[in-house]
């Protein structure tokens, strides 16, 4: 596996990859129609709004990593109860 596709698995660094397995899943079942795929799609986009806004206010408030770890992520979605998206 090349470095991009590390980065992109690396649950520490992206954390939609189950929306994003779910998208490739629906793809893959109905052969490339997108229009069946669009609520996938969508909540994809959604999980990447949700963490990007995340991210950028640990920014502003001078939090490293900008992007919470796997384990911080479960503990922000547990006490909101569950994903927002």
């Excluded at 229009?35 to 502003?60: D, E, G, L, P």
Aim: glycine letters at 4%; one cysteine or more.
């Amino acid at each position: 596996m090349d470095k991009k596709a590390r980065r992109v698995r690396n649950e520490d660094i992206n954390p939609c990859i189950e929306e994003s397995d779910a998208s490739q899943k629906c793809l893959d079942a109905y052969n490339y129609d997108k229009s069946m795929c669009s609520a996938y799609f969508q909540r994809y986009k959604n999980c990447r709004k949700y963490w990007h806004t995340i991210m950028v206010q640990r920014r502003r408030d001078g939090v490293r990593p900008d992007m919470p770890t796997a384990e911080e992520r479960l503990e922000i979605l547990a006490a909101i109860g569950g994903k927002p998206y």
